[in-house]
């Protein structure tokens, strides 16, 4: 790259890597809007932490999480979409063209689809990033098949906690809620549901400390915070949901985020700047799938060839000159 700004406005800039923005570059580039797509330094967004999907379509004896997102970087590589590691740092979506740096480097595009995904909080526990993917998980949609019959154990007390407590029922032989206060977070409804269940139990005041195991969970060390007292756990997964981060921090003051950072949008694909488009977890956080998600980079990327149509028929280029 170099340092001075590109001289061509291209007609689409792609923001991520993730289902969503390599969906949206393969059917941009299939309607010839030759994508520029920044990957980030590491991209494939959270399916790179995923040992094996399951639950993608096409893939009848499951497929390794980074094996399925080479295969969208490559088809998305087939149908003439450029992609850059790099992460972009800030934004300019105030004018007429858009422009997007990654530090000092700027390109200039007619039309961008933010599709920056979600981050997954963890607990910062270095067990639980050796044993993610072995039995730990924050997905228990992606992962819950896995341990049928199995012990589990769910971190949190909000609705997402209870949430996929309730939906591991379906597999799991009990599962034990650890929160880290004395009452739960979560909607009155989804409590009841959780007292409720025969499956479910509880463990207050208490914090995970360690997750155990070697190659495999197989056990958590928590302390109660009251007490500070030690005890372990036997368990076979522990599912840690305390919650997503959208990585929005670049949209700040350029599009309109909702109080958890989320990028608002009435219909899931337009923004309130003209040209600008969103797809997949940086504002759908109820699904957050990687078929939900690729999905909605297809919308977001038919959306943007027609708002392209509209704005310039014959798809030429633009100038520099011309913004």
Known sequence: ??????????????IGSGPAGLTAAI????????????????????????????????????????????????????????????????VDFSGAVHRVFVDEHEYLAQSVI????????????????RLRGRGVSSCATCDGAFFR???????????TAIEEALFLTKFGKNITIVHRRDELR???IMQRRAFDHPKISFIWDSTVDEVLGDGRVSGVRLRN???GELSQKETDAVF??????????????????????????NDGVHTAIEGVFVAGDVYDFRYRQ?????????????????YLGALQPHGAPTPLGLR
Request: glycine letters at 12%.
């Open 186 to 188: 979560a909607s009155k």
């Open 290 to 306: 990687a078929v939900t998600a690729a999905g909605s980079g297809c919308r977001a990327a038919m959306e943007a060839e027609h």
């Open 240 to 265: 840690v949901a305390i919650g997503h981060r959208p990585n929005t921090d670049i949209f700040a003051g350029q599009l309109d985020l909702d109080e958890k950072g989320y990028i608002r949008s």
């Open 225 to 227: 915070l009251k007490t």
């Open 114 to 129: 933010v599709a920056s995904g979600a981050s997954a909080l963890w607990l910062g526990l270095e067990s639980e990033t």
């Open 27 to 90: 059917y941009a580039g299939r309607a010839n809007l030759s994508p520029l797509l920044f990957a980030g330094g590491q991209y494939g967004g959270q399916l790179m932490l995923t040992t094996d999907v399951e639950n993608y379509p096409g893939f009848p004896e499951g497929i390794l999480g980074p094996e399925l997102m080479e295969k969208f970087r490559a088809q998305a590589e087939r149908f003439d979409t450029e992609i850059l590691d790099f992460d972009v740092t800030r």
């Open 149 to 159: 019959e199995k012990n589990i154990v769910v971190v949190g007390g909000g609705d």
């Open 1 to 14: 790259m170099n340092n001075d700004v590109h001289e061509i406005v291209r007609k689409l800039i792609i």
